[in-house]
Structures are given as structure tokens and as C-alpha cells.
């Protein structure tokens, strides 16, 4: 059996439009980027993993909401938006290409699995009947 890969997931939009205060901290900004397309699970745990191992100096709360990320971002640091915006860009870069290798190695154990199970299913074959090699025509002189 075949797994379709994923489709890439890449950051399209920032809304500019719809900019939530948060109640316990005034300082703070709620935004959005929409994504390309709703994740996959997998893309999902591997863009989680790679924020939040990636050493980066300004991380800020990032939670994926269908096809968009929410940011808690504060106004204090909004020269650093750019730079943000670009890492936040390469990890969904990484979470791509983590969710391929992903799917791959799913692939491949669904493939050895299945060929496991077919090769028992052939031990269980038994062969009732030898093949007889052709007979040849004799012809008399």
C-alpha cells in the first residue's frame, strides 16, 4: 500500500486585520499567519517539536489553529518581527521535510510488514502436484 505524501505547508499571509489584545498581559498582541493548507497530524507534532527545540532568542507562544498560526507576540519587540517571521519560516520548512522522512519510514515499515505477511502466506502454500517437464515427441525413422 501507497501513502500519499503531504503536500509542503508554507506560510502565505500574515492577517493584519485581526489583532487580539490578551486580558493578563496588555502588552502582549495576538495574530495569525494562515499556512498554505490545513496540516497533517504529523506535520502538526513535527512543527511543535522543531519550535520548541530550536534555540532561537525570541520564541513567543505558538499554537497551530486549522490552517493558521497563532502568535502571542509583544509590542516591545516588534523590531524583531522579521527576523521572527524568518525562523518561524524555517520551521515549517523543517516540519516539512520531517514529516516526509516521517511518512517515509512509515512507508517503508507498512512495505516490509506486508511483505512479511505475504512471504508467511506463501510458506503456507503447499505444492500438491510436481511439474512434469514436457514430454518430447518421438518420431519413428
Known amino acids: 500500500m501507497r501513502y500519499a505524501a503531504s503536500p509542503d ?3 502565505v499571509e500574515i492577517d493584519t486585520n485581526h489583532l487580539e489584545g ?3 498581559n496588555p502588552e502582549a498582541i495576538e ?3 494562515r499556512l498554505s493548507g490545513r496540516p497533517t497530524d504529523i506535520w502538526m507534532q513535527e512543527f511543535e517539536q522543531a519550535y520548541h527545540q ?3 532568542t525570541l520564541k513567543p507562544p505558538v499554537r497551530i ?3 493558521t498560526l497563532r502568535i502571542i507576540f509583544l509590542h516591545r519587540y516588534a523590531g524583531e518581527l522579521q527576523g521572527f517571521i524568518h525562523f518561524l519560516a524555517m520551521m515549517v520548512d523543517q516540519a516539512n521535510t520531517e514529516t516526509h522522512r516521517t511518512e ?3 512507508q517503508s515499515s507498512a ?3 506486508y511483505k512479511a505477511e505475504f512471504r508467511e502466506a506463501l510458506r503456507q502454500v503447499h505444492l500438491t502436484e510436481q511439474a512434469t517437464p514436457p514430454r518430447k515427441a518421438f518420431t519413428q525413422a
Open 9 to 11: 505547508v508554507s506560510l
Open 22 to 24: 490578551i486580558e493578563d
Open 31 to 33: 495574530f495569525g499567519v
Open 54 to 56: 530550536t534555540p532561537y
Open 65 to 67: 489553529d486549522g490552517d
Open 104 to 106: 517515509h519510514l512509515h
Open 111 to 113: 512495505q516490509e510488514r
